[in-house]
């Protein structure tokens, strides 16, 4: 299977066999600033390089992109990190530059499917899955197919609102999600906000090992946030198991602990036992992920 994560700093373009090995691929900075032509023809080029050197022939395609996919592979939202990209007919525009049917998911979406296929979700029926890094993304799978939801979003818990009020601005244009919380760069705001300093989220965790009052305050008041929106959000999705991915899972049970007892503290009945488990993938889950939509969808 073809396999392309569109993210906003790198293209991944990737070969991806049934059992989600990747068996091989090719990466460009992504022409961010360019417009979507120049990104759907720098996906095209390493399409090109990497379907030239595989071993047999490649029938299909599966893509995890920046911003909200519609039900046609057509990108409805993106922040303006990426310009031009909202609007974009995504699957149409690839199935004629690769000449094979092409299948397009969000790329949080993509990732939740590889840990919900086969990374720390595998064999259970439903999991939400949450990636904390510059952002905070969420996805819902349920029965090793993500749920889309009406509007491509379900599972997007980092715009679930916080418990804590502080008025924090969200990247999307609202105020006090969980994403203004408990987000790498949240952390290192809120961090700076405190001390005065500027530093980045692994000093900061480095700083909390150290018993430094003010790095540790941060990262419990996230972990805090955290733990009560997975819990009340698992209320309404009643997943099986939570999965935390992404780079600010480096903070560890430092992280995790608090969040788990602050989640079972909003938890329902039975759902207090739902497990708030570390991802197994990282950075390739999206392609992995992308790759196991192609398959399903052929
Ligand atoms: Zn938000």
Request: proline fraction near 3%.
């Amino acid at each position: 299977m073809l396999a392309v994560d569109i993210g906003g700093t790198k293209i991944l373009v990737g070969l991806v066999d049934a059992e989600g090995t990747i068996v091989a691929s090719e990466q460009v900075a992504t022409p961010a600033r360019e417009g979507a032509e120049a990104i759907i023809a720098a996906v095209a080029g390493l399409a090109k390089q990497v379907l030239a050197a595989a071993p047999s022939r490649v029938s299909r395609c599966g893509v995890g992109t920046a911003g909200v996919v519609g039900e046609h592979g057509e990108i409805t939202s993106a922040t303006d990190h990426l310009s031009g990209w909202a609007g974009t007919q995504l699957q149409q525009r690839l199935i004629a530059e690769l000449g094979m049917p092409v299948t397009v998911l969000n790329d949080v979406q993509a990732s939740g499917l590889c840990e919900g296929v086969l990374g720390a979700a595998r064999g259970k029926r439903s999991a939400l899955i949450v990636a904390l890094g510059t952002g905070v993304g969420g996805s819902l799978v349920r029965n090793g197919q993500v749920e889309r939801g009406a509007y491509g979003i379900a599972g997007s818990v980092g715009h679930h609102l916080s418990p804590l009020r502080q008025g924090r601005p969200c990247p999307c244009g609202g105020t006090d999600h969980l994403e203004a919380y408990a987000s790498g760069t949240a952390m290192e705001l809120e961090y700076e906000r405190r001390t005065g300093r500027a530093i980045r989220l692994r000093e900061i965790a480095a700083l909390a090992e150290a018993d430094d009052a003010e790095a540790g305050a941060v990262i419990a008041e996230a972990a805090e946030v955290l733990g009560a929106v997975l819990g009340s959000a698992n209320n309404v999705v009643d997943a099986e198991v939570i999965v935390v991915a992404g780079g600010v899972l480096a903070l560890g049970d430092r992280l995790l602990e608090p969040a788990r007892a602050a989640a079972r503290r909003e938890a329902l009945g039975l759902s207090r036992a739902v497990q708030i488990v570390p991802a197994r993938f990282g950075p390739t889950a999206c392609l992995i992920g992308a790759a196991l939509a192609a398959f399903g969808a052929a």
